[in-house]
């Protein structure tokens, strides 16, 4: 995986938010999902880690975000808990990850990836988060990688072009819309390597292993 993608690891995340502004507008959901690469060098989705965010205080929250999400902020059985402790619960096995592929850095992985990247980096630093596992700025942006491989930047079409099940009921739910983020990542990334845009890890003057 290290040498796959030059010592970073692609983590694939999605938000879901009260607004647009990631300095003003609260972040409500925040979900992560890990990318395994088996011995012959394919990706594979695998963990997800999701958590229900509360509100930080004096957060901002458009009615028009809440109504297109379906998110109530305020209902008891979502199990929402504090920014910091959401971003810890989700950085966490991340940092691990990266240790365990040998990588120097996570890259978020998503679909208009600026937007999640900046609510994450935005709530790190209002948690006074030190150890942000991400890349400062670096992404793979999966509505492009989708444009180029599948002449479709919307997620759920994408999602479908490249073969995938995609439920318009369940999306807009960030544990949900990270783990078809994922495939269609993994997709794409697999079939670039099925066309011999990138050699098995065996094939490389490296030597074999991930």
Not at 60 to 85: H, V
Not at 88 to 98: E, G, M, N, S
Not at 110 to 127: I, L, M, P, Q, Y
Not at 144 to 166: D, S
Request: hydrophobic residues 40%; glycine residues 8%.
């Amino acid at each position: 995986m290290a040498r796959r993608f030059r010592g970073f690891l692609p983590v694939v995340v999605d938000v879901e938010t009260g607004g647009f502004n990631p300095r003003t507008d609260a972040l409500l959901e925040v979900a992560a999902v890990l990318i395994t690469m088996d011995e012959e060098g394919w990706l594979h989705r695998g963990e997800t880690i999701s958590r229900h965010v509360h509100p930080f205080e004096g957060a901002n929250l458009e009615q028009s975000a809440l109504d297109f999400t379906g998110i109530d902020p305020w209902a008891t059985d979502r199990g929402a808990i504090n920014e910091k402790d959401a971003l810890r619960d989700v950085f966490l096995p991340i940092r691990k990850a990266v240790k365990a592929f040998d990588c120097k850095r996570a890259v978020l992985v998503g679909h208009n990836a600026t937007f999640d990247h900046n609510f994450v980096f935005a709530a790190a630093e209002r948690a006074d988060i030190k150890r942000n596992p991400f890349h400062p700025f670096s992404t793979f942006d999966t509505a492009t990688l989708a444009g180029l491989a599948y002449g479709h930047t919307v997620l759920a079409e994408a999602c479908k072009r490249a073969g995938l099940e995609f439920s318009n009921r369940e999306a807009h739910s960030a544990a949900y819309d990270a783990e078809k983020t994922a495939d269609l990542f993994c997709g794409i990334v697999n079939r670039w390597k099925t066309l011999g845009g990138f050699p098995l890890p065996q094939a490389t003057s490296e030597g074999s292993g991930t």
